[in-house]
T-cell receptor
């Protein structure tokens, strides 16, 4: 079945540091890939997505590129802020029909210190 | 903006009680989902529904049931709550092939 593996946290960075959170997946066919973010005490919010190979999703300074050859979708940000402290989830789905289900990684806690 | 609301942010129940968690979305989405979130396990799908009165089991349906009588409302039911159902419960909704939008979550404690 489908699975998503992301780097275990917690990740602790200083403000303005470069961020990478690794994500690899196992799936048949051509899934869509997502990064969701969960701020403390809140539900998940979609951060960015990519629906086909070589697509780059971007939002709020975060980027991730769909790499089919390495089955990866690593999240990057050039300069993190304290407000980026949150849990980040990588996820995939096979869209189409009625079975639009997400498979999530276990999440990576990011803490950014001033 | 899409809004997904859940009936309670925090809930405390006793073992054996019947528990109802309600979720309402205001964007006429066909699909609705219930997940539970546990430390170290991430999010796991309990049930989902792609139309009124339709439901499908997710990865961990045991001990849960669902109800979708109206398009905007999706209820998760714990028939007889147990301590291992203490968790954060997240509801989500989506249009057919679009990303899911999540509610704020209900943190359930079963004593």
């Amino acid at each position: 079945g489908d699975s998503v593996t992301q780097m275990e946290g917690p990740v602790t960075l200083s403000e303005e540091a470069f961020l990478t959170i690794n994500c690899t997946y196992t799936a048949t066919g051509y899934p869509s890939l997502f990064w969701y973010v969960q701020y403390p005490g809140e539900g998940l919010q979609l951060l960015l997505k990519a629906t086909k190979a070589d697509d780059k999703g971007s939002n709020k300074g975060f980027e991730a590129t769909y790499r089919k050859e390495t089955t990866s979708f690593h999240l990057e940000k050039g300069s993190v802020q304290v407000s980026d402290s949150a849990v980040y989830f990588c996820a995939l789905s096979h869209s189409g029909g009625s079975n639009y289900k997400l498979t999530f990684g276990k999440g990576t806690l990011l803490t950014v210190n001033p | 903006d899409v809004k997904v609301t859940q009936s309670s942010r925090y809930l405390v129940k006793r073992t054996g009680e019947k528990v109802f968690l309600e979720c309402v979305q205001d964007m006429d989405h066909e699909n609705m989902f219930w997940y539970r979130q546990d430390p170290g396990l991430g999010l796991r799908l309990i049930y989902f529904s792609y139309d009124v009165k339709m439901k499908e089991k997710g990865d961990i349906p045991e001990g849960y049931s669902v109800s979708r009588e109206k398009k905007e409302r999706f209820s998760l039911i714990l028939e007889s709550a147990s301590t291992n159902q203490t968790s954060m419960y997240l509801c989500a909704s989506s249009r057919a092939t679009e990303p899911q939008y999540f509610g704020p979550g209900t943190r359930l404690l079963v004593l």
